[in-house]
Nanobody, 117 residues
Framework: VQLQASGGGLVQAGGSLRLSCAAS???????LGWYRQAPGKQRELVAT???????DYADSVKGRFTISRDNAKSTAYLRMNSLKPEDTAVYYC?????????????WGQGTQVTVSS
């Protein structure tokens, strides 16, 4: 699978950004989404969306972030509103593939999101 992330940057607290995660694979892309990792912390789930539209969010982003998906383009979008300094992290594009032996998870390159106070 190839995963291409884009859309990170620097924004002031309260601002918005939109991330894109474009996937390419010969297998069915069951889910797309984002994980993030802040300095000194473990990587954590931000949001995922399944091919059927099921969504999962970290509690810390519920009500502020919205994930959507264009299945025709195999691309997921993360709209991030009301950003906070604690959202600062490297955001990693994620895909779960439906392969012959079962589901497998992949992470692509990260994109830096920095929220200034």
């Amino acid at each position: 699978v190839q995963l291409q992330a884009s859309g990170g940057g620097l924004v002031q607290a309260g601002g918005s950004l939109r991330l894109s995660c474009a996937a390419s694979s010969v297998f069915v892309i069951d889910a797309l989404g984002w994980y993030r990792q802040a300095p000194g912390k473990q990587r954590e789930l931000v949001a995922t969306i399944t091919i059927g539209g099921g969504r999962d969010y970290a509690d810390s982003v519920k009500g502020r972030f919205t994930i959507s998906r264009d299945n025709a383009k195999s691309t997921a979008y993360l709209r991030m509103n009301s950003l906070k300094p604690e959202d600062t992290a490297v955001y990693y594009c994620y895909a779960r593939l439906d392969m012959a032996g079962g589901m497998r998870d992949y992470w692509g390159q990260g994109t830096q999101v920095t929220v200034s106070s």
